[in-house]
């Protein structure tokens, strides 16, 4: 394609506050990326309120193979990869945290494993080191209820750390959605995947850029981009309390006109209606989630924007 062989291999990194990692981080990636022969890094700056920028234009000084897009906010993770893939010019691309959690060290396995065929090469965490139980209960069990709702099988216990073929990209680069759940898209796309699996280390310095609040807008960018059974949820459920209001209702008949064994109902009158407002209310917040998403999508804003970078457009 168009951008392919400028380089044979892109390294994405999004960034957000992580200037203790920077130095460390590209020292590693210089010292494994030698089996590769022309390489370009890309970093992408996603709002950071630290020193992160100038650290990176600093390597960038010094190295001219290191590349920045510095966005003009936070856009979130998601979004920053893909302003990384957008921009890529590399054969392969490789996506992976700064914050030495994916060690660079996986890389030439990623990069040889592709040799064999392979479109997607993923690194599946077999142990997850030094994170707080909470993630890693929440983590799984998110990846677990995801593959059960969706069709396409993204892969469990697998973040977006892996490489990709510049064909894969290219279809990236296509899917136009504002809602970005990487590993989703890749999943969709399909060709030939496989994995390898790695121990992830602990974060080596500050603190994770994943409030709360992040995570839980990144679980239900993933159900809602992959997955309509919520939508379908509020109907079964729909169905399942109708039906058991119509027996309640057969009963209550009953007693009223044939036992004639009726009383001041006003416990089982006000349980009900709490219960039945429960479910419209359920209801009416997933359908209203997707009506956002399809405000969202129809409004076409850029994904994002940047304020500035070193790639030369001229090269594409
Ligand atoms: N990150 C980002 N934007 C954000 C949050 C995080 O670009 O809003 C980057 C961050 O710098 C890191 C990667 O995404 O390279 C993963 O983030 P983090 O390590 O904080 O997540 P965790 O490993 O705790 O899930
Ligand atoms: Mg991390």
Redesign the pocket.
Known sequence: MEKANTYDLSVI????N?SANLYLLYDELIKNLDIVKSIEIIFVN?GSTDESISIIKSLAKKDNRVKYIDLSR?F??QI?LIAGIHKAQGNRIVIM???L?DPPSLIPELYKKMDEGYDVVYAKRSKRKGESIFKTLTAKLFYRILSKLTRCKIPVDTGDFRIISRKVADVLIQMKEQQKFFRGQVAWIGLNQTYVEFERNK?QQGK???SVK?MWRFAIDGITSFSDFPLKFATYLGFVVSFVAFVLMMWALYQRFIAKEYVQGWTSLILSILFIGGIQLISLGIIGEYISRIGNNVKDRPLYIIKETNIDEEKK
């Open positions: 990194l999004p960034v957000y992580e996603d936070n979130g993770q920053a945290d700064c914050d959690q974060r994770t850029g994943y992040k």
